[in-house]
């Protein structure tokens, strides 16, 4: 691909012979929940690939030639095929390294799928008072909160004993869910939501969930910190409840 492959861009520090050739290159936003979860199934599956972060508001040429959507993650294999979508790039992943994540019954698989499938109605409503204009939109996004933590409180009681969705075994589902339930105990310890402690089921597997550290792309501190900030930088409802001293960085 010539000016447009992505590994002829220089990388700051690296020297050509320290060169770190992955398989794998993840092109990714630092606080994408999206990209976390393709992360987080390559950390599951102990596979090594590198990072590769751009700037939201300058996404170089060479993204915009492999990404369709000109969203991350993009996920890039030996440097010549680019997938994009976190959920198909984590279906191809579990498809190709073991071990799997998936279930092995295909009922059981059939069920997860259709759960992962909720995962952009979930991060909408329980993520959305971070995008809300005013009091009014934040209080109507909290009260959507309550439904999507029903609904998953009753599909983990069916699921069975915990502490993940299937079980001891972490699994594709678990991946998906993890950067949002991530993303309400960032956005409880901005304001106060208080929802998460009423359903046992949904409580118990998102502190396992937070506690795995595969969950994690940064420590966390820094990155609650990095969340903040673009919750401030936003200038939405949610960002007067951030103080200026959590912003010093910005
Ligand atoms: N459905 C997509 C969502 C990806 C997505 O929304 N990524 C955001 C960053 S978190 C993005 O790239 N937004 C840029 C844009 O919409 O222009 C996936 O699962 O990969």
Not at 32 to 54: D, G, M, Y
Not at 146 to 173: C, D, H, I, T, W
């Amino acid at each position: 691909m010539g000016e447009l492959n992505p590994r002829n861009l220089p990388r700051s520090g690296a020297k050509p012979d320290e060169d770190f050739m992955a398989k794998y290159l993840l092109v990714s936003f630092k606080t994408c929940p999206w990209v976390q979860r393709s992360a987080i199934s390559l950390r599951e599956k102990n596979t090594p690939f590198e990072f590769r972060h751009i700037e939201r508001d300058n996404r170089p040429d060479w993204f915009l030639a492999i990404s369709p959507h000109r969203k991350v993650p993009v996920l890039r294999v030996d440097d010549s095929v680019s997938l994009f979508e976190s959920s198909a790039i984590n279906e191809y992943l579990d498809e190709t390294i073991a071990p799997r994540l998936h279930p092995e019954d295909p009922v059981q698989r059939a069920i997860n799928r259709a759960w992962t499938d909720y995962v952009p109605t979930f991060a909408e409503h329980v993520t959305g008072v971070a995008y809300a204009d005013d009091e009014a939109a934040g209080k109507s996004c909290l009260d959507k909160i309550p439904v999507a933590f029903e609904r998953l409180e009753r599909a983990l009681e069916k699921q069975g004993a915990g502490p993940l969705f299937n079980g001891a075994k972490y699994s594709l589902v678990d991946a998906a869910y993890a950067p949002f339930l991530q993303r309400y105990f960032f956005l409880d310890r901005i304001r106060p939501i208080g929802q998460i402690a009423k359903y046992p089921r949904l409580k118990a597997w998102a502190d396992t969930l937070m506690k795995r550290p595969s969950t994690h792309s940064f420590p966390e501190a820094e990155f609650e910190q990095l969340y903040r900030e673009n919750v401030k930088r936003r200038k939405k409802w949610l960002s007067q409840f951030i103080a200026d001293a959590a912003v010093a960085a910005e």
